[in-house]
């Protein structure tokens, strides 16, 4: 069985920048998340998908930060513009259903902002 | 949301039993424990996960007292490849308007 797919693994730019993430969760998996990690921390949910629809999305800074869930599928996240503190990993997850179910991730992309 | 407290970081030596504390006095009545495992430049991966007593699988076991204000992930005879960060968390499932929300983990090192 497929994993979580992400790309691209790593992205190197300037701040004000834009950048652009995508995540291909596990087939069937209906709940996508996106996390951010940065250094020495765990993992922040930054927004959770159930299908195309937005379930919680209140740790998303939303003057900067975008994602989108086309068709139930896959899934980008969008940084514009970027901030020097926006260099982190970010992670795509998905599970089956609910939040309490084994959560796969993906091997995330580490975001350098210069 | 159950907040949970870890130790920082912890060292052990193969082929000994860890055990990882983790404190959640707030956990409510429809909450879940789960514990995922971290190792460097990759996603965090499911362990095990409980609600109450022991739950036991092929890597850990899950030790949950009755008042649930704590729990213990056992980790037999590790190896130096179990060298990583663990994560224990509580919530549940967004229909029942809770969340899964990852701590600062237990850095666990395994030393020959």
């Known amino acids: 069985e497929a994993g979580v797919a992400q790309s691209p693994r790593y992205k190197i730019i300037e701040k004000r920048q834009s950048v652009a993430f995508w995540c291909n969760p596990i087939s069937g998996h209906a709940t996508l998340y996106w996390y951010q990690q940065i250094l020495g921390q765990g993992p922040k949910l930054l927004i959770q998908f159930q299908n195309n629809g937005v379930v919680d999305d209140s740790q998303l800074p939303k003057d900067r930060f975008s994602a989108e869930r086309l068709k139930g599928v896959d899934s980008t996240l969008k940084i514009q513009p970027a901030k020097l503190e926006d260099s982190a990993v970010y992670l795509c997850a998905s599970s089956l259903g609910q939040a309490n179910n084994e959560q796969f991730f993906g091997p995330g992309t580490r975001l350098t902002v210069l | 949301l159950a907040k949970t407290t870890q130790p920082i970081s912890m060292d052990s030596y193969e082929g000994q039993e860890v055990n990882i504390t983790c404190s959640h006095n707030n956990i409510a009545t429809n909450d879940y424990i789960t514990w995922y495992q971290q190792f460097p430049s990759q996603g965090p991966r499911f362990i095990i996960q409980g609600y109450k007593t022991k739950v036991t699988n092929e890597v850990a076991s899950l030790f949950i007292p009755a008042d649930r204000k704590s729990s213990t992930l056992s980790l037999p005879r590790v190896s130096l490849s179990d060298t990583a960060v663990y994560y224990c968390?509580?919530?549940?499932?967004?229909?029942?308007?809770?969340?899964?929300?990852f701590g600062q983990g237990t850095e666990l090192s395994v030393k020959p």
């Open positions: 968390l509580v919530g549940t499932g967004y229909n029942q308007g809770g969340k899964l929300i």
